[in-house]
């Protein structure tokens, strides 16, 4: 990978040892890299946790030692907690080092971050769009990132540092792709935040359905709504950050999709068949789309084996 | 298989030649039964492919000329042609023969199917829980139903002609389990109508948001978003009907639906992140009893590769 020379960096500290920083070691560790890594997770519980897997080659107890002679520090914490790490970091971080952050939204983490950042520190916000329902150290793995899109916010970051950690995450096995901050908010809002809370609105109306029990529910869950649960399994505390800090794309993105749902319901109701056809026809263009892009498979059976082209 | 021994129906008539009914065929083919089948599909295209495909022992012209001498009939056609198909061939039918349908919801085609047939006809609505977003003669495949529920709603048939289908349907790979008709309309609702039209709607969404092109919306469909342009790409005529012919349950559904969003909706709007996160925890535990009913898999690729246990 000649294009992912310039990826090492010396000293990298992760603050937060969840899904994504764990995945992120063990794909450094695949890749190769020797760059010396330390970890830091809030919860002590979470720290022997690392340490039992060989997660990082250091954990310590605080962020502040984490960041020490650090050249990236990459923030994976929830969104909501980027803002007092920062702040915590920011006078042990080393001139010239450059800070990235995991989080799904961009704009409420830059407000959150840059303030407290010093002269002279690189301030790279990165999205990798991966996950699993999964979370916690013990829930990472190497290829997680392999093939999946890691977007870059460089929002006035220096070309060399943005360009730097660009190579890091294509290392590690991602596609990446620069995006403008509020572009990126919207975009996320629609093809992830929304589907997500639409996801988990879903199960908890059947979940407390009562004249269909669980058992029938769970039972007979077919395709759709499968899916719909395994979304709705995903870290409370991480989308409920997404949502407080993604309000107004998200609002934005549920206000259109309530007016098409109450559109196709009022179809229903008054027996409009035309215009369901139509709106179902149209929609199987989009999908098509998405098999031509190579995002996903065409394999015949919904619901069951799903495997990545 | 012993349990499947009663089986055999000498000859079969498949009307409507799609998804449902050519995996039928093959599947049939595959438990090494020796009925004979006709096949008759309402389009002489479709009728010309399923003869390019040796789909069926025999196709005819007419859904008349397809009964006759018919042990068993299945109606495989969208919910809505149910009543005049059942017309059309009641004088036909072999006296004692079975008559059953494939279709989704059951109230609705009870009342279109069941005043057409003559006495001494056995009725057995069934609706095999399986498909896949391609429909047409050719998307059929011999395994679709290995291990998917096929409900059985008798709603008063004999036991005897209920057991044999049944038993004839475990032999094509299905788990079979009988449901009250009104019942199993609204667990339908739950599990999979109401799922279904969400997913077409967020697709719809996306599909027209201008500021997010096509092309973005595509190129970073996340998981959720990319499972939800799978199910939206499912058949428009055989989706249109369903809602159509389930209104009540899907309304009902519906309903509940939009009153959880918009309890959620609020919270985002609110700042109200407690109310979130106590929901997005709630919604985990029905995802726990799914993996524990080995309704789908607890692989840590989220979106990606999904094996069926």
């Known amino acids: 990978m000649s294009e992912t020379q310039p990826q090492n960096y010396g000293r990298v500290a992760l603050i937060g040892l969840g899904l994504i920083a764990s995945s992120i070691f063990w794909a450094m560790?695949?890749?190769?890299?020797?760059?010396?890594?330390?970890?830091?997770?809030?919860?002590?519980?979470?720290?022997?946790?690392?340490?039992?897997?060989?997660?990082?080659?250091?954990?310590?107890?605080?962020?502040e030692e984490a960041v020490k002679d650090a050249d990236l520090v990459i923030l994976a914490v929830p969104v909501g907690a980027m803002g007092p790490i920062a702040?915590?970091?920011?006078?042990?971080?080393?001139?010239?080092?450059?800070?990235?952050?995991?989080?799904?939204?961009?704009?409420?983490?830059?407000?959150a971050v840059r303030?407290?950042?010093?002269?002279g520190v690189n301030f790279v916000p990165t999205h990798p769009m991966a996950g699993t329902e999964h979370s916690g150290p013990d829930a990472g793995f190497a290829s997680l990132y392999d093939n999946r899109w890691c977007l870059i916010v460089p929002?006035?970051?220096?070309?060399?540092?943005?360009?730097?950690?660009?190579?890091?995450?294509?290392?590690?096995?991602?596609?990446?792709?620069?995006?403008?901050?509020?572009?990126h908010d919207l975009v996320c809002a629609v093809v992830s935040h929304v589907p997500h809370l639409i996801a988990y609105t879903m199960v908890g109306v059947a979940d407390d359905l009562r004249r269909v029990s669980d058992q029938e529910v769970i039972k007979f869950s077919a395709a759709g709504f499968r899916d719909f649960t395994?979304?709705?399994?995903?870290?409370?505390?991480?989308?409920?950050?997404?949502?407080?800090?993604?309000k107004q794309a998200t609002l934005e993105i549920l206000g259109r999709f309530t007016e098409e749902l109450f559109a196709l319901q009022r179809a229903i109701r008054t027996g409009d068949g035309q215009l369901l056809f139509d709106y179902f026809t149209r929609t199987r263009e989009i999908r098509r789309g998405i098999l031509q892009a190579g995002q996903d498979t065409d394999a015949p059976d919904f619901g069951r084996v799903k495997v990545e082209k």
């Open 29 to 63: 560790k695949r890749a190769g890299m020797e760059s010396h890594v330390t970890g830091y997770a809030r919860s002590a519980e979470t720290r022997e946790t690392a340490k039992r897997l060989g997660l990082c080659h250091e954990i310590v107890d605080s962020a």
């Open 87 to 111: 702040e915590a970091i920011a006078p042990h971080l080393k001139p010239g080092c450059t800070v990235s952050d995991v989080g799904s939204v961009k704009q409420e983490v830059i407000d």
């Open 115 to 119: 303030p407290h950042l010093p002269e």
């Open 155 to 183: 929002d006035g970051a220096p070309e060399e540092a943005t360009a730097k950690l660009e190579a890091f995450w294509q290392a590690l096995g991602a596609r990446t792709e620069q995006m403008e901050v509020e572009h």
């Open 230 to 246: 395994r979304i709705a399994a995903s870290d409370p505390t991480m989308w409920r950050d997404v949502f407080m800090n993604n």
